[in-house]
């Protein structure tokens, strides 16, 4: 069976690695002439299903449990499994007290607790919830280790305008392009995001810092390197990050730790992330025609339950191509 992905974003790639695995011959085709510029590689790489439940659906969790063995399984030593921290400033602590709420799979913990996670808070924060099952890694390491191994599995990869070294002919064709697939229905939401470097702070997990108005996650990389994110605006403008955001992002990176104040600015990035009414995800099939769309602020967390649904929808029980049509 030979299948055409379109779109080399973290959905084009765990739909590519399970075709793969399912015995497809698989070529994958993407507009950029290398795998950054797209709104995967902005993402902050959160496996934060119980922590994402504050303003998502409950299928947000159902379905993203599933991604934090699913990328363990497929990039191992890629997942990092310290879980996630939520904290608030102490004029703030009535968002902690509503994010509490709306969430389960956390434990509350106190300024000591606080401190035995992350030395270097210490003394900074009262209290904060603590999701301790959760997970996170580094999207683009991910990204470029998993099309290798998929390089591996001998899937092609075609990158550029030119892509044009297709298969002439394809029995299923996969469209994962996000915001540039243009379906009904789905608009941009448009996320800015800072890669700092500051040397003098360590953290082990993902930090969430709540504010009434700009709440803010700040996730540990490599080397003293810290993603800070992200805005959500109801845009699907790909200019660069506006000033405001710039320090509003800066601000709260401050306010979690003032050694960010000496840090470097890295990279100033934006993403755009499809997203449609519900904000949760489709998978739709007409023909020899399916897309996975819709992945909103979820990639990392929702793509590895889209691509298994997806793959299923392809191949019939017995991994032979199943030719009835579906929506």
């Given at each position: 069976m030979k299948a055409?992905?379109?779109?080399?974003?973290?959905?084009?790639?765990?739909?590519?690695?399970?075709?793969?695995?399912?015995?497809?011959?698989?070529?994958?085709?993407?507009?950029?002439?290398?795998?950054?510029?797209?709104?995967?590689?902005?993402?902050?790489?959160?496996?934060?299903?119980?922590?994402?439940?504050?303003?998502?659906?409950?299928?947000?969790?159902?379905?993203?449990?599933?991604?934090?063995?699913?990328?363990?399984?497929?990039?191992?030593?890629?997942?990092?499994?310290?879980?996630?921290?939520?904290?608030?400033?102490?004029?703030?602590?009535?968002?902690?007290?509503?994010?509490?709420?709306?969430?389960?799979?956390?434990?509350?913990?106190?300024?000591?607790?606080?401190?035995?996670?992350?030395?270097d808070l210490a003394g900074r924060f009262r209290r904060g919830l603590f999701f301790a099952e959760e997970a996170h890694l580094d999207p683009r390491r991910a990204l470029a280790t998993l099309r290798d191994r998929l390089v591996g599995m001998g899937v092609r990869f075609e990158f550029g305008y030119g892509a044009v070294r297709v298969p002439e002919t394809v029995d299923i064709e996969a469209d994962c392009t996000g915001i540039a697939a243009g379906v009904p229905g789905l608009r941009g939401v448009r996320g800015e995001m800072l890669l700092l470097h500051a040397p003098d702070v360590s953290l082990a997990r993902p930090v969430r810092l709540l504010h009434p108005r700009f709440p803010v996650y700040v996730v540990p990389r490599a080397d003293h390197l810290f993603m800070v994110g992200a805005t959500m605006i109801e845009s699907d403008a790909n200019e660069p990050v506006t000033a405001r955001s710039m320090m509003e992002l800066l601000g709260a990176a401050y306010a979690l730790h003032p050694a960010f104040g000496e840090a470097e600015i890295v990279e100033a990035g934006v993403g755009v992330r499809p997203a449609f009414a519900d904000n949760l995800p489709r998978v739709s099939r007409e023909a020899n025609r399916v897309s996975i769309n819709g992945l909103y602020r979820h990639g990392f967390l929702l793509a590895p339950a889209m691509a298994r649904q997806a793959a299923d929808l392809i191949f019939n029980s017995q991994g032979e191509l199943a030719h009835a049509a579906h929506h």
């Amino acid at each position: 069976m030979k299948a055409l992905v379109k779109g080399a974003g973290v959905a084009g790639l765990t739909l590519a690695f399970e075709l793969a695995s399912r015995g497809a011959d698989v070529t994958v085709i993407e507009k950029r002439h290398r795998l950054a510029g797209s709104a995967s590689w902005a993402a902050g790489g959160m496996l934060a299903p119980w922590f994402e439940r504050e303003s998502a659906e409950e299928a947000v969790v159902t379905l993203g449990r599933l991604a934090l063995d699913w990328w363990d399984t497929v990039l191992p030593g890629h997942v990092v499994r310290t879980g996630t921290l939520v904290m608030a400033p102490a004029r703030d602590a009535g968002e902690l007290d509503r994010f509490a709420r709306r969430t389960t799979g956390y434990s509350t913990i106190g300024e000591e607790a606080v401190a035995a996670l992350e030395p270097d808070l210490a003394g900074r924060f009262r209290r904060g919830l603590f999701f301790a099952e959760e997970a996170h890694l580094d999207p683009r390491r991910a990204l470029a280790t998993l099309r290798d191994r998929l390089v591996g599995m001998g899937v092609r990869f075609e990158f550029g305008y030119g892509a044009v070294r297709v298969p002439e002919t394809v029995d299923i064709e996969a469209d994962c392009t996000g915001i540039a697939a243009g379906v009904p229905g789905l608009r941009g939401v448009r996320g800015e995001m800072l890669l700092l470097h500051a040397p003098d702070v360590s953290l082990a997990r993902p930090v969430r810092l709540l504010h009434p108005r700009f709440p803010v996650y700040v996730v540990p990389r490599a080397d003293h390197l810290f993603m800070v994110g992200a805005t959500m605006i109801e845009s699907d403008a790909n200019e660069p990050v506006t000033a405001r955001s710039m320090m509003e992002l800066l601000g709260a990176a401050y306010a979690l730790h003032p050694a960010f104040g000496e840090a470097e600015i890295v990279e100033a990035g934006v993403g755009v992330r499809p997203a449609f009414a519900d904000n949760l995800p489709r998978v739709s099939r007409e023909a020899n025609r399916v897309s996975i769309n819709g992945l909103y602020r979820h990639g990392f967390l929702l793509a590895p339950a889209m691509a298994r649904q997806a793959a299923d929808l392809i191949f019939n029980s017995q991994g032979e191509l199943a030719h009835a049509a579906h929506h």
